[in-house]
């Protein structure tokens, strides 16, 4: 079981950054890939980047690449997500998710069982 825990979300001005942190505790958490999915006032979860056991293979939501960027550590059990040229667009609560599934990389949310709390990001204009 793996168990997830996200931070480092704020109030921040269009163009600005934000780095989130998803500390991860449980058995194995080097065998899972993470996801970071986000979810706006009245709209739908969708999957924003995913990076798979290892590190060398990444996912990123069309909308936000080449500003996000998908990163972890697995000796420090922690995955983060490096927002930059934020736009009033990517507000919303965030979300860590890794797969019921060991060594599984999607982009699916119905395959994702393990959530963290979320953390609110808010970008102004």
């Known amino acids: 079981q793996v168990q997830l825990a996200e931070s480092g979300g704020g109030l921040v001005q269009a163009g600005g950054s934000l780095r989130l942190s998803c500390a991860a505790s449980?058995?194995?958490?080097?065998?899972?890939?993470v996801g970071w999915f986000r979810q706006a006032p009245g709209k739908e979860r969708e999957c924003v980047a995913v990076i798979n056991w290892s590190g060398d293979n990444t996912y990123y939501l069309d909308s936000v690449r080449g500003r996000f960027t998908i990163s972890r550590d697995n000796a420090k059990k922690t995955v983060f997500l490096q927002m930059n040229s934020l736009k009033p667009e990517d507000t919303a609560v965030y979300y860590c998710?890794?797969?019921?599934?060991?060594?599984?990389?999607?982009?699916?949310?119905?395959?994702?069982?393990?959530w963290g709390q979320g953390t609110q990001v808010t970008v102004s204009s």
């Open positions: 449980g058995c194995s958490f080097k065998n899972y890939a």
């Open positions: 998710g890794a797969p019921k599934e060991s060594l599984l990389f999607t982009v699916l949310i119905d395959r994702y069982d393990y």
